[in-house]
């Protein structure tokens, strides 16, 4: 055996695993066809990774099992994530909703990780395809270009192919099927939605955003909507497009902190007003234009019957939009679905049937909400199985 563990993938959970490893002592080799590693780290949160979040619990990632998650993440908690960030003096800040982001770069977390990987000897390859892999005796052999690299243990790290033209594939999946584990179908996640041509009216209004809860099934979120020239887009969307099927609506309430009645109570104070200008003092002016046409009362709302208003209210907290896609893995942050968590011990991600293979990151199906989730669960996963191999 030329090493210990071999570890494919030099994204965020195989750098994490590789380093993790390494400081245990362990001859660890991270193969990745990529020039570089890290490649999704150094665009992530807008090139200033948002590498964790505050909030991180369980209930905050989808997986068919929603208990899988709950041992390696707290195990492995953002309080020992930003430890590690302050060691290598990286200075960070709270954006918004428990989201910490670099100060700096994204660029530092990827030299932690490889820097970290380099304190404990683990050796990075890139430019390394991953050719083929088998099962060879108690270990597992991987071949690169010219190399035929051996160890006892393999993890699969190469994420999903959620942007493609970085360099994701599905090479997770095939390894998982090529050992006969099971695959929950995987879907493109936090990724815009697009609406028929009927939903043409939002179209007019590409580039405006409004905070909003938008709301898919039992999900609901509270933060900006944008529409788009596609469809709709921006962070609320993104969130409820992790739990979007084909076939169900998004609703978007538009005034969430309005209480029932205001638009009666509206009307009351100011009959002489026109439903645009009193959804104008909320929401951008050609938004409020759009819905109030829409909902079809133009004249003075002191015109307007209690009922049509009460109509009105309930369909602005509850505007409904039936997408007819999303706009894919090209465009998706993450993907859900992947090796199923049935096949794997969620204290050190082995396979159960297949000892010495293990799978982390979001190869896995576990897929974290917007805002730092998944890095944590990058960082959380590759921790449990850099503790066990
Ligand atoms: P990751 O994709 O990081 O790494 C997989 C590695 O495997 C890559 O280096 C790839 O080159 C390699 N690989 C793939 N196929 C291979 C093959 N066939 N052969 C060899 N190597 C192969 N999350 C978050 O928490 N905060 C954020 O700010 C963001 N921002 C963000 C922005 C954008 C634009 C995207 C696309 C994604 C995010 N994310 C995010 C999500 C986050 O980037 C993602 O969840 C993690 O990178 C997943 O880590 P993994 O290590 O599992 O995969």
Redesign the pocket.
């Known amino acids: 055996m030329t090493h210990d563990v071999i570890i494919?993938?030099?994204?965020?959970?195989?750098l994490f695993c590789a380093a993790t490893a390494a400081r245990r002592g362990r001859r660890v080799l991270v193969?990745?066809?990529?020039e570089r590693?890290?490649?999704?780290?150094l665009?992530?949160?807008g090139g200033r990774?948002?590498?964790t979040n505050l909030h991180t619990a369980p209930d905050r990632y989808l997986s068919e099992n929603r208990h899988f998650a709950r041992s390696a993440l707290s195990r492995y908690t953002p309080a020992d994530f930003i430890a590690l960030v302050e060691a290598h003096g990286i200075a960070w800040h709270e954006k918004t909703l428990g989201q910490l982001f670099c100060d700096g770069s994204a660029r530092q977390i990827v030299d932690m990780l490889m820097a970290e990987c380099a304190a404990g000897g683990a050796e990075v390859r890139c430019n390394s395809?991953?050719d083929a892999v088998a099962r060879e005796g108690d270990g597992f052999t991987v071949r690169s270009g010219a190399h035929v690299h051996s160890a006892p243990a393999l993890v699969i790290?190469?994420?999903g192919p959620?942007?493609p033209k970085i360099?994701?594939?599905g090479?997770a999946y095939d390894l998982a099927r090529q050992f006969g584990l099971k695959v929950v179908q995987p879907r493109p996640a936090l990724v815009p939605l697009t609406l028929p041509p009927d939903g043409a009216l939002f179209r007019e209004l590409s580039g405006i955003a409004a905070p909003v809860e938008a709301s898919c099934g039992k999900a609901a979120f509270r933060e900006a909507a944008l529409f788009t020239h596609r469809g709709l887009s921006g962070p609320a969307i993104l969130q409820v497009s992790s739990y979007w099927k084909r076939g169900e609506a998004v609703r978007i309430d538009f005034l969430p902190d309005r209480a029932a009645g205001w638009l009666l109570e509206a009307k009351r104070q100011r009959p002489r007003a026109g439903l645009r200008s009193v959804l104008g003092e909320a929401l951008p002016d050609r938004l409020a234009t759009a819905l109030a046409a829409q909902i079809g009362i133009v004249a003075e709302m002191g015109n307007a019957s209690d009922k049509a208003l009460r109509a009105a209210e309930a369909r602005l907290a509850a505007w409904e939009f039936m997408p007819d896609g999303s706009e894919g893995f090209a465009k998706a942050?993450?993907t859900a679905g992947g090796i199923s968590t049935a096949e794997l011990s969620s204290q050190t991600m082995e396979a159960r049937k297949r000892p010495g293979l293990y799978a982390?990151?979001?190869?896995v199906d576990v897929t974290?909400w917007l805002g730092?989730?998944?890095?944590?669960w990058?960082w959380a996963s590759g921790h449990a199985a850099g503790q066990a191999v």
């Open positions: 494919l993938g030099a994204g965020a959970a195989g193969l990745d066809h990529a590693p890290g490649k999704k780290i665009i992530s949160g990774c948002n590498f395809p991953v790290a190469t994420g959620a942007i360099g994701a594939t090479l942050e993450v982390i990151g979001e190869a974290g730092g989730y998944n890095f944590q990058a």
